[in-house]
């Protein structure tokens, strides 16, 4: 077909191009026309050679892939995650049409804090009819709890996310407001990493609105909302539900960016109706969450009793007026799917004037005359549960699209909307624009359209409601323009607000009031404390594991018998330790990376994304080693692999991580550990009976051969080995050497001195470090070695018991 | 009828641990031309670091108490004396159970007290297939909604056999209901998901019985602990009645209230959370004496 369009229209990548008949197009206005807003991007993209393209987006990739940003669906395996699926062209808006979008939405925020207002205050919309009882009374995101409770601040909203789509004239309606816990402002942030990396070039890049001064406006208003009030001052921070949740991962990135710590349920604590942080130094109070949690799971005591992830208490500390939560709890009874169906009504009563932005047509079947309309026009109409919160397109079985149940018609729509009229709602099935989506082939690729949302964030400041210049768009699959194709969408784009000219960059001028401000790292949740801990240990208890395995594959290769005695001893001392050396990737020493995987995933937003790639990185090697390691050499060699992974780690975390408490604990583990497993060792490997060459493999095990050779020029004895390895205050695989570092270590955490006197913690290691720092090595006997590792337990006990619970 | 309460409760933890925080609700309540607490003392062993009395949302009071420090035992005592009248057995002018919708309809607001909170589902007392059939198997035409609600009761109490050791306070209302057997938690929860099956809103009572009868009738059921039994709703001249499944009766003057709410899990006497516990015991003991 021939059309009069300009000769890039007819570019080969744009030549397979063709919007859906009847639904609007972000890229073409009308058939062969082009939005001017995209026409300057598209043109340079069409001259890039293909291999340009595959470059480009490769570069994006791997961007997402070495920041670790992925995706995970909640499950019950923490450690499973996908890869992000990244549409790389973004979605492009002109600053002065999203600006249309925002005014619409600013007032629609407004709307919902009034009608939040309302539901926990005077309940006037239900008393007055305007909204029926039992959407709110049988509602479980209606918390009576909140009813007649002030929020601190004076207001319930702060962030708000909505969805939007496009309409077939080209106006856009909402699809669902985000209110409970919006997600997706941080995975915006990566989509804009990514697409800086695929088109850095100074156009597009100084044409595109930034994300940051969004972010800037809300991490301040927060800590108004923390601080302000007149109420003692508080920190903020951001409250997850933890590793299991399919956004954790946002929820560490965004901690991360804002720099707030991220806690959970069990960091928290209310004291005299204040909420506190348990810290290392003891409880610090708090007075802002912004809680990513779904409200009922915050407090087991008054809210969802069954919750194991909230904090006792914290309802009382809402009601108390000590601790602002953002959003309110209780805000998620506006995602009510049902209540869109009022709230056209409800503008015009609470605001007086009428919606600027039209939410998707919405009808709830427990009036008569909304069931006959919705029943006459099901062919056209979602049909679905009236008390659900998820987006229209987020459909399951119950619900029935085009006139048919989709889980297997049972009983007509028409009995159906007669017999449970007032649980079910109908929404028009509305279809959204489409976008273009580049699809590779051989060649190269070629653009086609896809429907799409797009998710708009706006934060309550000072100043009113701001909104991020740019969104996070969801992407469903080519051909399909209706919103229920969005639940079989894989893909995310970022979202493009250009202006006609290039945007100044950011000002970097400090707030008014502010000026430079050298602020103190907050103190460390005693959780965070442990996780570090014990990060520190399993790492440690790993490298031992895999030090050990490869001696046995080395000694394996040269005897080529299991039973060789040396062998065997070393096989019976691993078994105590739980590793079964006839497998050559034990399982055990899977679980214990595992273990300092999972450890670490609980502390994503404290040490860098190298050292968390890293980590992942060597779990997965292990595992994938387990289908092709055979015994002897070839494990050897494996395990060789592991160790210099294990210390690539290590070298990231202590080259890189500020020497702060997290730092500190995650050493402590780590020494607590070295100097546990080297008493263990010692005391199997140098005892009498041990058969021949044992002192030579503790030497090896422990790393400290060369050292050997070079301090003793002898052969190994009893005396020079438990010289080295247990008295030598400069091996750092000696006994002493790992004490010393320890009271180091200790020294400097909170309140480890009183009044110039150690402490309880420092007492409790002196005798030991006095006791290693005169005995010669004959006094090294396997029961002083035994009085070791029982002196260093109660030593992790006491740090448990002060500072990481 | 005047009572002396006496109520005993002990918790005791297997591993003591720091802070822990209990929500009381065990205090009689005072309603208008109903009960009325003449003196109430509620005294927790060892003294607790904080203590707020408050209201909840259906108006029931509710101590919060906080100990700071670890503790391997919790004890609760309380002490009351309660003025209950005796409920005259007036005419029955409820409505008829078909209108009793249009009712609830006109009722706009949602006070503690509107019908709308006690319909559906709630936690406990969700109304289920099996409740509901059994429900409508007691129905006659032209029921008024009181003969319905005593209909429903006096079936249940037919049906189940109490047993104290059957359940425990976890159990599901449709476990129990399936094997027809329960406690007055059990009965309760059965009976108001029978009622709001059929359209009846209904809630759950948590109070008191007297422990000793008058002379030469049957000690009741439940007795020896707090006692649970049902609210139902009439219709906009009646609303609230009380029956009690459990003992086949309209809740009189030897029923003392505590709280209302949907089901158990708005007026447990005692919802605790002691951070990193392990198991824990618990004892209870209740003396209701009759003082006149």
Not at chain 1, 64 to 93: C, M
Not at chain 2, 72 to 96: C, F, K, N, T
Request: charged content about 25%; glycine content about 10%; proline content about 7%.
């Amino acid at each position: 077909m021939q059309n009069p369009a300009s000769p890039f229209e007819q570019h080969p990548l744009l030549a397979g191009y063709r919007p859906v008949p009847g639904v609007a197009d972000e890229l073409f206005e009308a058939e062969g026309v082009m939005r001017p807003v995209w026409r300057p991007f598209v043109e340079r993209f069409l001259d890039l050679p293909p291999e340009d393209v595959t470059q480009r987006f490769e570069r994006g990739d791997q961007y997402l892939r070495d920041a670790g940003v992925y995706y995970r669906q909640y499950s019950n395996d923490v450690l499973a995650e996908r890869e992000w699926p990244l549409s790389h062209i973004p979605v492009i808006l002109h600053e002065a049409e999203w600006a249309g979008i925002c005014d619409g939405l600013a007032q629609r925020a407004e709307l919902l804090e009034a009608v939040m207002a309302d539901l926990y205050g005077s309940g006037r919309l239900v008393s007055e009819g305007h909204l029926p009882p039992e959407l709110i009374a049988g509602n479980r995101h209606w918390l009576r709890p909140m009813v007649g409770v002030r929020p601190r601040g004076g207001h319930y909203l702060h962030f708000l996310a909505f969805e939007i789509g496009r309409s077939p004239d080209g106006s856009w309606f909402v699809l669902g407001d985000r209110t409970q816990a919006p997600s997706g402002a941080g995975f915006a942030l990566e989509n804009r990493m990514a697409t800086g990396r695929i088109f850095p070039e100074s156009f597009p890049r100084d044409y595109i609105h930034r994300l940051a001064a969004f972010f800037g406006d809300f991490r301040s208003a927060l800590e108004d909302l923390a601080t302000g009030g007149g109420a003692p001052r508080g920190r903020s921070a951001i409250l997850t539900p933890g590793p299991a949740n399919d956004s954790y991962y946002e929820h560490t990135y965004i901690a991360r960016y804002l720099g707030l710590s991220l806690l959970e349920g069990e960091d928290l604590l209310v004291q005299n109706g204040r909420a506190m942080v348990r810290t290392i130094e003891g409880p610090q109070p708090l007075g802002a969450l912004w809680r990513r949690m779904d409200a009922g799971f915050v407090d087991p005591l008054e809210l969802d009793p069954d919750s194991h992830i909230g904090t006792p208490g914290l309802m009382e500390a809402v009601r108390a007026g000590n601790l602002a939560m953002v959003n309110a709890l209780g805000a998620g009874v506006l995602e009510t799917r049902a209540l869109m169906a009022f709230l056209p009504k409800i503008s015009e009563i609470l605001t007086g004037a009428p919606l600027a932005l039209p939410n998707i047509a919405t009808w709830w079947c427990g009036g008569a005359a909304e069931r006959a309309h919705v029943r006459e026009h099901a062919g056209q109409m979602m049909i679905g549960p009236a008390m659900a919160v998820n987006l229209p397109f987020d459909i399951d079985a119950a619900t029935a699209l085009g006139g048919e149940l989709r889980g297997g018609a049972r009983i007509p729509i028409a009995d159906w909307l007669e017999a449970e009229g007032a649980t079910l709602v109908g929404q028009e099935a509305v279809t959204l624009s489409t976008t273009p989506v580049w699809h590779a082939d051989g060649q190269g690729g070629s653009l086609r359209p896809s429907p799409m949302t797009v998710r708009v964030f706006a934060a309550r400041t000072a100043q009113g409601w701001r909104f991020m210049k740019g969104g996070y768009a969801r992407i469903g699959p080519e051909g399909d323009a209706t919103a229920l194709a969005m639940q079989r969408g894989g893909a995310v784009a970022d979202v493009w607000i250009v202006s006609d000219t290039p945007v100044p960059p950011l000002s970097l001028a400090p707030r008014a009031e502010g000026g430079f401000r050298r602020t103190i790292p907050g103190t460390l949740p005693a959780r965070a404390a442990d996780n570090l801990f014990w990060l520190g240990r399993y790492v440690e208890r790993c490298e031992d594991a895999v030090r050990l395995i490869r001696a046995y594959h080395l000694r394996l290769a040269a005897t080529g018998s299991p039973d060789d005695p040396r062998l065997a001893r070393l096989a019976e001392f691993l078994a105590g330790l739980g590793i079964d050396v006839t497998q050559p990737v034990p399982d055990a020493l899977l679980a214990r990376l595992d273990a300092a995987r999972l450890c670490a995933s609980k502390v994503r937003d404290r040490f860098s994304t190298d050292g968390w790639l890293a980590l992942r990185d060597l779990a997965r090697t292990a595992h994938e080693m387990t289908a092709t390691a055979r015994p002897g050499d070839d494990t050897a060699r494996a395990m060789g692999v592991l160790l210099r992974k294990i210390t690539g780690f290590s070298g990231l975390v202590h080259e890189n991580m500020y020497r702060f408490s997290g730092w500190r604990f995650l050493s402590i583990g780590r020494a607590l550990e070295r100097a546990d497993a080297l008493a263990t060792l010692l005391m199997q490997f140098t005892e009498e009976t041990a058969p021949e060459g044992s002192l030579d493999l503790a030497v090896e095990v422990a790393d400290s051969v060369i050292t050997h050779q070079r301090r003793y020029r002898v052969q190994t004895n009893r005396d020079t080995v438990l010289d080295l390895l247990v008295l030598d205050a400069d091996n750092p695989r000696a006994i002493l050497f790992l004490i010393n570092s320890l009271k180091d270590l200790l020294e400097k955490l909170p309140e480890a001195q009183i009044a110039g006197r150690p402490g309880e913690i420092l007492r409790a290691l002196m005798p030991l470090r006095t006791e290693l720092s005169i005995i010669e090595p004959d006094a090294v006997t396997p029961d002083m070695l035994g009085r070791v590792r029982a002196d260093l337990f109660h030593l992790s006990d006491l740090i448990t018991q002060r500072y990481l619970r | 009828m005047r009572y002396e309460v006496k109520l005993r409760l002990t918790y005791s933890y297997e591993a003591p641990s720091d802070h822990a925080r209990n929500l009381l609700r065990v205090l009689p309540a005072d309603i208008a031309g109903v009960q009325s607490v003449q003196a109430r003392l509620l005294t927790c062993d060892p003294m607790p670091d904080e203590r707020r009395d408050l209201l909840d949302f259906f108006g029931n009071a509710m101590t919060s108490v906080v100990w700071h420090e670890p503790l391997a035992e919790i004890g609760v005592e309380l002490v009351a004396r309660v003025d209950r009248r005796a409920s005259q057995p007036g005419l029955d002018l409820s409505s008829p159970l078909h209108e009793l919708p249009l009712e609830i309809a006109q009722r706009r607001g949602l006070a503690p007290d509107a019908p709308h909170h006690f319909l559906g589902q709630s936690r406990r007392a969700a109304p289920m297939a099996e409740t509901t059939a059994f429900a409508r198997d007691q129905l006659r035409a032209g029921m008024t909604a009181h003969e319905a609600i005593e209909a429903v009761g006096r079936a249940l109490h037919r049906e189940m056999r109490f047993d104290a050791e059957a359940t425990d306070v976890d159990t599901p209302a449709s476990e129990a209901f399936a094997n027809r057997h329960g406690v007055c938690q059990d009965f309760s929860h059965i009976m108001i998901a029978c009622l709001r099956g059929i359209g009846v809103p209904a809630a759950y009572v948590s109070g008191f019985l007297r422990t000793y009868p008058p002379p030469g009738q049957p000690r009741l059921e439940g007795a020896d602990a707090m006692h649970a039994w049902v609210r139902a709703w009439a219709g906009a001249e009646t609303g609230w009645i009380e029956f009690d499944p459990t003992n086949d009766q309209f809740a009189g003057d030897d029923y003392i209230t505590v709280g209302y709410g949907r089901d158990y899990d708005d007026v447990p006497p005692l919802r605790g959370a002691m951070r990193g516990a392990g198991g824990h015991q618990s004892a209870q003991a209740v003396d209701v004496i009759a003082l006149d």
